[in-house]
């Protein structure tokens, strides 16, 4: 733990703390700033980096002064876009028992793009350790979620066992490029300029810290952090390779006696035809061959397998395109390879249930997408792996379930079934829509038949369109 200024605190894992129930003050902000902006240049920025491909290979220099290559295994992106994908690729079910309510829900997700930016938000764990999620109302107040970076902004927490969010802090340059930071805590907001905390400013209207973190282990560690030495190793000797490789396309003929003295334009033809020749007075001594060097290819190659099996095997990400994969067509054995990955979706499943739920809790503080401030306790999620699907396995784990589980949980087992409420809806109109046909072909009139089913009991209604929901049924009649 390290102290920054008179009250502040950084745990080991990155975590800025404060006395609870207190503001912050100038020499505090400006701590913490400085320390996450220390966290960037450390971390944060070192990860985006190899994640683009710009791996410290490319920086560096060679003391001879001769031009080696640098080349770069974009391993990184790899492991998080596979990763990723794996997590979120099929997007999580969040959905409420209220039929309204959920309506409301799933209508909110669907206006802020919900799950394009959780995939971004999981995208920026697997790379940083850690993203937030700041809620906020735009110019027609509506409630809004932006992604934020832990490059732009933090959470401190206050000093007690459950470290309760006690502010938010979003950092950046001003229209005069000076570091300016607005500062939400529960009830109010404020800024921080050149140096200089202004008085409170807007009371805020969620009543509570306006933004979650979201991250997949305590140690907020993100996917690749501890194979960074394994991935410029692989680099280097990548880069090795391809020298080698030059070494013998280039390689010089040499012919040692038999020779005379040469003049420049000799020499040069020698340079651009890759041939040395070197004089002597005795025929006996003529030798004729290629320059040669030891041939570390097997060395070379051992260190390359060795290294990405190291780096696939600590991350827990499987290496799709190793050949291990392709002679198991058996979804079983399939699934025992992803076992470490799946794992680690669990663990991050786990924690990102946790922070939706906060999310939600933010989102909910006001009526302006649903008027039950409690709801986010109700709120149900389901994550989906994003694997090959097989469809008749899964019809037949759907259909053995009947009478089993709720129609609802039935409907789960299905990837191709997005939300099982809205599912169950469309099943209903479609046995309405059938109950229709068949009383039309019996001549009976729906109308008076459904005024009819209203006044009786609802046994009986499910009775009758049970009765005619098979049109074969009413034909054999």
């Known amino acids: 733990m390290e102290t920054l200024g008179t009250k502040g605190q950084v745990l080991s894992n990155g975590m800025f703390v404060y006395p609870k129930d207190e503001l912050m003050n100038e020499t505090a902000i400006n701590a913490f700033i400085n320390k996450n902006r220390g966290f960037t240049a450390k971390i944060y920025d070192r990860n985006m980096q190899y994640y683009l491909g710009k791996h410290d290979i490319l920086k560096k220099t060679n003391a001879t ?244 099996d190291k780096i696939y095997q600590t991350t827990g990400i499987p290496n799709l395109s190793d050949s291990n994969f392709a002679g198991n067509a058996s979804g079983v054995a399939i699934r025992y390879k992803l076992l470490a990955m799946e794992n680690k979706a669990s663990n991050k499943e786990r924690k990102f249930t946790q922070a939706l739920r906060a999310l939600y809790k933010v989102v909910f503080s006001i009526d302006s997408v649903i008027n039950v401030s409690d709801a986010w306790e109700d709120l149900k999620f389901k994550f989906t792996r994003n694997l090959p699907a097989n469809l008749a396995d899964e019809a037949s784990t759907a259909n053995s379930l009947n009478g089993i589980v709720s129609k609802e949980t039935q409907l789960s087992a299905l990837s191709i079934v997005d939300d099982p409420k809205a599912e169950m809806e469309r099943m209903e109109e479609e046995q309405d829509q059938q109950l229709k046909k068949s009383l039309e072909v019996t001549g009976a009139d729906y109308e008076k038949l459904d005024d009819t089913n209203q006044e009786q009991p609802e046994a009986n209604q499910k009775s009758i369109k049970s009765h005619f929901s098979n049109d074969e049924e009413v034909d054999n009649d």
Not at 100 to 119: R, V
Not at 121 to 143: C, M
Not at 219 to 234: H, K, N, P, V
Request: hydrophobic share 35%; with cysteine; proline share 3%.
């Open 65 to 308: 002064g001769i031009e080696l290559n640098k080349i770069v295994d974009n391993i990184p992106k790899y492991l998080v876009d596979t990763y990723n994908g794996f997590f979120t690729g099929i997007s999580p079910k969040i959905t409420l028992d209220e039929d309204s309510l959920n309506e409301n829900l799933q209508n909110w997700n669907s206006s802020n793009s919900f799950f394009d930016k959780l995939s971004e938000i999981s995208k920026q764990v697997d790379i940083y350790g850690r993203s937030y999620a700041f809620v906020y109302q735009n110019e027609s107040a509506d409630t809004r979620v932006a992604v934020v970076p832990p490059t732009q902004g933090f959470i401190v927490y206050d000093d007690t066992i459950e470290h309760e969010p006690l502010a938010f802090v979003r950092y950046y340059k001003n229209s005069e490029n000076m570091l300016q930071a607005d500062i939400y805590y529960g009830n109010a907001t404020q800024t921080y300029s050149d140096g200089k905390l202004l008085d409170l400013g807007l009371k805020s209207v969620y009543g509570m810290v306006p933004a979650v973190e979201f991250f997949e282990n305590e140690e907020r560690q993100g996917l690749y952090t501890d194979c960074i030495s394994m991935i410029d190793a692989l680099d280097d000797t990548l880069s090795q390779k391809q020298d080698t490789i030059e070494y013998f396309a280039n390689e010089y003929m040499y012919v040692l006696g038999g020779g005379i003295d040469l003049n420049e334009e000799e020499l040069s033809y020698m340079r651009t035809h890759r041939l040395i020749n070197v004089p002597t007075a005795n025929a006996a001594d003529i030798k004729i061959g290629f320059l040669e060097r030891p041939d570390g290819d097997n060395v070379q190659e051992n260190q390359l397998q060795h290294l990405n």
